[in-house]
Nanobody, 126 residues
Framework: QVQLVESGGGSVQSGGSLTLSCVVS????????MDWFRQAPGKERERVAS???????SYAESVKGRFTISQDSAKNTLYLQMNSLKPEDTAMYYC????????????????????WGQGTQVTVSS
């Protein structure tokens, strides 16, 4: 079975940095597209960043310029580098692997059936 395991969450002060990792196993080949999502209590789930198997990426406006999504195919690992963190970034962060891609002029969308990780908590204090 496909399994995704996130790590790297923790507590940081405003302006700090944190890097999340997501190790993928059980896939034949590589996922076509991978996402980072986040969800805070009482708020809707939000897609924060996406990347295709060939390295094309896109970001939510709320994190653009502060977060960077990347991957190491040899290690089957997805990363999210988060800089200039703000209290509003506090959330549970999840990674997901999808089997399809949808393109627009400025947006990369991971589509199809998603496999989800269990999440890692990020807390940013003022």
């Amino acid at each position: 079975q496909v399994q995704l395991v996130e790590s790297g969450g923790g507590s940081v002060q405003s302006g700090g940095s944190l890097t999340l990792s997501c190790v993928v196993s059980g896939y034949t080949g590589r996922p076509a597209c991978m996402d980072w999502f986040r969800q805070a209590p009482g708020k809707e789930r939000e897609r924060v960043a996406s990347i295709t198997a060939t390295g094309r990426s896109s970001y939510a406006e709320s994190v653009k310029g502060r977060f960077t999504i990347s991957q190491d195919s040899a290690k089957n690992t997805l990363y999210l580098q988060m800089n200039s963190l703000k209290p509003e970034d506090t959330a549970m962060y999840y990674c997901a692997a999808s089997n399809g891609i949808q393109y627009s002029s400025d947006y990369i969308g991971c589509v199809g059936v998603k496999h989800w990780g269990q999440g890692t908590q990020v807390t940013v204090s003022s």
